[in-house]
């Protein structure tokens, strides 16, 4: 059930663009995007409720291809603040998962 | 700060003991929910609290019982567990859709710091 990210980790030099995908074999109902930096809690990307919707706020933005049950995030001009692990939640039927995780670090 | 806090932030107990986490939300929100975080392992949902009512448990062993008092309080009560329970104890809280609406998670959640549970 549980949706599967990719890839696992990646490294950026500052000012690189990246793209974490989450697949799922399940209808999804939503996809949530989080970001979790080294012993702190997630904290809220973006939500995305329907096929085909698209949102993005400074430089990170994300998609849902409802159809193909996936949903992806784009990282532009990546900065040092950037670097986290990066965590889709996506709800399938009445429950909600949290995907594997990628960990994604900057570098000047 | 999120609006969500958590006591303790690191708990040590052992096998025997019963201890409990608590959570509270200052955002006016009406769902609560209770998440597992192993190492190298993704987040688990382990309850949901919606209007104060539980609508998930996911399987959790019966050893964590949560309670719900009121929509700003959340609480884990934790008894009898073991070494594998080791864990970060996430809070969080969102608002919810409605009693009819057809998707629960349509909304942000806030997480709490956590707590670091060590079972000794």
């Known amino acids: 059930q549980q949706p599967v990210q990719s890839p696992q980790a990646v490294i950026l030099r500052e000012g690189e663009d990246a793209v974490i995908n989450c697949s799922s074999s399940?209808?999804?109902?939503?996809v949530h995007w989080y970001r979790q930096k080294h012993g702190e809690a997630p904290v809220f990307l973006m939500i995305l409720l329907k096929g085909g919707e698209q949102k993005g706020h400074d430089k990170i933005s994300a998609s849902f291809n409802e159809k193909k049950q996936q949903s992806s995030l784009y990282l532009t001009a990546s900065q040092l603040s950037y670097s986290g692990t990066y965590f889709c939640?996506?709800?399938?039927?009445?429950?909600?998962?949290f995907g594997t995780g990628t960990s994604l670090t900057v570098i000047p | 700060e999120t609006g969500v806090t958590q006591t303790p932030r690191h708990l040590v107990m052992g096998m025997t003991n019963k201890k409990s986490l608590k959570c509270e939300q200052h955002l006016g929100h009406n769902a609560m929910y209770w998440y597992k975080q192993s190492a190298k392992k993704p987040l688990e949902l382990m309850f949901v609290?919606?209007?104060?009512?539980?609508?998930e448990n996911n399987s959790v062993p019966s050893r964590f019982s949560p309670e719900c008092p009121n929509s700003s309080h959340l609480f884990l009560h934790l008894h009898t567990l073991q070494p594998e329970d080791s864990a970060l104890y996430l809070c969080a809280s969102s608002r919810l859709g409605g009693r009819d609406s057809p998707f629960l998670f349509s909304y942000e959640q806030y997480f709490g710091p956590g707590t670091r549970l060590t079972v000794t």
């Open positions: 609290y919606n209007f104060k009512e539980q609508t």
């Open positions: 939640g996506t709800e399938i039927g009445n429950q909600f998962y």
């Open positions: 399940k209808a999804l109902y939503s």
